[in-house]
C-alpha cells in the first residue's frame, strides 16, 4: 500500500517550453502532496506544500509563476515548469501525505522525475 | 530554521561489516525521524521511521534510534552487504507536515 507514481520519469525538452509533471497516489487519497527538487549531491529541499481545491504554500525562494501547482484531485498533484531553463534541470520528487492515527502524517515519495532542458 | 547534519558524507566498508550511520537536528520539537535510502537517480525508499514517543525501530538487519534531548538518530545496518550501497538520507519532521532532510551517507559496500 501507500504507492506513489509520478510521470514521466525523465523528460529533455528545449529551453523556453513548459513541461507538466505528474504525482500520483495510487491507493490512497491523499489531502497534502509535497514537490522537492534534488540537485546533484545534494539533498531533497521542499518547493510546495500542495493541499487538495487549495492554492498551494510555496518555499521562500521559489518563483510561484515559474513553478505551477495544481491538486485538482485528492490523487493528483501537478508541477509545470514554466518556460523552463537550463538551471532548472534537476530531479523533481513528489510526496503524498497519508494522515497517521497520532503524530504527524507520513509521507510516501515518488520516483522522481529526471528533467534535462537543452 | 531546523538543520539536519548527516555524519560521514560518504562511507566505505568491507562487506560483512556492521556500521552506524548518524544524523543529528537541531530542534528538539520532534514529530518523526525517518531514514530513507535513496539510489543513484531514483526516488527514496522508506526504510524506518521512528515516532517522537519511541526510541527506536527495527527492520530486519536495520536498526534506527533516536535520541530526543542530545537531537541525535542513528541507522545501525547489522551485516552489511554489496546491495546494501547507497544514499542514506535522514529526515526530520516537526509540528508541521514538512520534511527536512540531511544532505545523506553515501555508502558502498566492497564484496
Known amino acids: 500500500g501507500a504507492v506513489v507514481s509520478q510521470h514521466p520519469s525523465r523528460v529533455i525538452c528545449k529551453s523556453g517550453t513548459s513541461v507538466k509533471i505528474e504525482c500520483r497516489s495510487l491507493d490512497f487519497q491523499a489531502t497534502t502532496m509535497f514537490w522537492y527538487r534534488q540537485f546533484p549531491k545534494q539533498s531533497l529541499m521542499l518547493m510546495a506544500t500542495s493541499n487538495e481545491g487549495s492554492k498551494a504554500t510555496y518555499e521562500q525562494g521559489v518563483e510561484k509563476d515559474k513553478f505551477l501547482i495544481n491538486h485538482a484531485s485528492l490523487t493528483l498533484s501537478t508541477l509545470t515548469v514554466t518556460s523552463a531553463h537550463p538551471e532548472d534541470s534537476s530531479f523533481y520528487i513528489c510526496?503524498?501525505?497519508?494522515?497517521?492515527?497520532?503524530?504527524?502524517?507520513?509521507?510516501?515519495f515518488g520516483p522522481g522525475t529526471r528533467l534535462t532542458v537543452l | 530554521k531546523q538543520e539536519v547534519t548527516q555524519i560521514p558524507a560518504a562511507l566505505s566498508v568491507p562487506e560483512g561489516e556492521n556500521l552506524v550511520l548518524n544524523c543529528s537536528f537541531t530542534d528538539s520539537a520532534i514529530y518523526n525521524l525517518q531514514w530513507f535510502r535513496q539510489d543513484p537517480g531514483k526516488g527514496l525508499t522508506s526504510l524506518l521511521l521512528i515516532q517522537s514517543s519511541q526510541r527506536e525501530q527495527t527492520s530486519g538487519r536495520l536498526n534506527a534510534s533516536l535520541d530526543k534531548s542530545s537531537g541525535r538518530s542513528t541507522l545501525y545496518i547489522a551485516a552489511s552487504q554489496p546491495g546494501d550501497s547507497a544514499t542514506y538520507l535522514c529526515?526530520?519532521?516537526?509540528?508541521?507536515?514538512?520534511?527536512?532532510f540531511g544532505k545523506g551517507t553515501k555508502l558502498t559496500v566492497n564484496p
Open positions: 529526515a526530520f519532521q516537526g509540528g508541521s507536515e514538512k520534511l527536512v
Open positions: 510526496s503524498a501525505s497519508l494522515p497517521a492515527l497520532a503524530g504527524a502524517d507520513e509521507q510516501f
